[in-house]
Protein backbone atom coordinates (compact mmCIF):
# COMPACT_ATOMS: atom_id res chain seq x y z
CA UNK A 1 0.00 0.00 0.00
CA UNK A 2 1.36 3.82 -0.89
CA UNK A 3 1.84 6.02 1.95
CA UNK A 4 -1.06 8.10 0.48
CA UNK A 5 -3.79 5.30 1.25
CA UNK A 6 -2.39 4.35 4.34
CA UNK A 7 -2.66 8.27 5.63
CA UNK A 8 -6.34 8.52 4.33
CA UNK A 9 -7.17 5.37 6.30
CA UNK A 10 -5.37 6.50 9.38
CA UNK A 11 -7.34 9.34 9.28
CA UNK A 12 -10.52 7.63 8.30
CA UNK A 13 -10.20 5.45 11.22
CA UNK A 14 -9.25 8.39 13.78
CA UNK A 15 -12.19 10.80 12.25
CA UNK A 16 -9.62 13.45 11.50
CA UNK A 17 -9.52 15.56 8.36
CA UNK A 18 -7.51 17.91 6.53
CA UNK A 19 -7.43 20.28 8.90
CA UNK A 20 -7.65 18.72 12.34
CA UNK A 21 -4.17 16.67 10.84
CA UNK A 22 -2.59 19.67 10.15
CA UNK A 23 -3.25 20.94 13.70
CA UNK A 24 -1.99 18.05 15.14
CA UNK A 25 1.36 17.95 13.02
CA UNK A 26 1.39 21.73 13.46
CA UNK A 27 1.43 22.11 10.03
CA UNK A 28 -0.45 23.91 7.12
CA UNK A 29 -3.55 22.26 5.74
CA UNK A 30 -1.88 23.00 1.91
CA UNK A 31 0.81 20.45 3.22
CA UNK A 32 -1.60 17.80 3.88
CA UNK A 33 -3.60 18.52 0.75
CA UNK A 34 -0.21 18.23 -1.14
CA UNK A 35 0.71 14.43 0.67
CA UNK A 36 -2.58 13.22 -0.67
CA UNK A 37 -2.49 14.04 -3.58
CA UNK A 38 0.54 13.29 -4.11
CA UNK A 39 2.13 16.20 -4.98
CA UNK A 40 4.87 16.22 -2.51
CA UNK A 41 5.90 13.68 0.26
CA UNK A 42 6.43 14.39 4.02
CA UNK A 43 10.10 14.44 4.84
CA UNK A 44 11.82 12.52 8.05
CA UNK A 45 10.61 15.06 10.68
CA UNK A 46 6.33 15.07 9.45
CA UNK A 47 7.36 11.30 9.00
CA UNK A 48 8.38 11.35 12.82
CA UNK A 49 5.43 13.02 14.02
CA UNK A 50 2.81 11.62 12.18
CA UNK A 51 4.10 8.31 13.97
CA UNK A 52 4.29 10.16 17.40
CA UNK A 53 0.47 12.20 17.09
CA UNK A 54 -1.35 9.04 15.61
CA UNK A 55 0.54 6.43 17.48
CA UNK A 56 1.71 4.41 14.79
CA UNK A 57 4.54 2.90 13.38
CA UNK A 58 7.11 4.17 11.06
CA UNK A 59 7.14 0.71 9.41
CA UNK A 60 3.19 1.15 9.56
CA UNK A 61 3.15 4.27 7.95
CA UNK A 62 5.75 3.47 5.57
CA UNK A 63 4.02 0.21 4.26
CA UNK A 64 6.29 -1.80 5.49
CA UNK A 65 4.15 -3.45 8.29
CA UNK A 66 0.25 -4.06 8.51
Same mark, same amino acid.
Given at each position: ?7 ? +???? +?? +? ?5 ? %???? =? ?22 NI?? %?????? +???? =????
Amino acid at each position: MEFIEILK +DIMI +DR +DLNQTQL %AKLL =GLKQSQISEWLSGKSKPGYDSLKNICL %ALNVSG +DEIL =GLKD
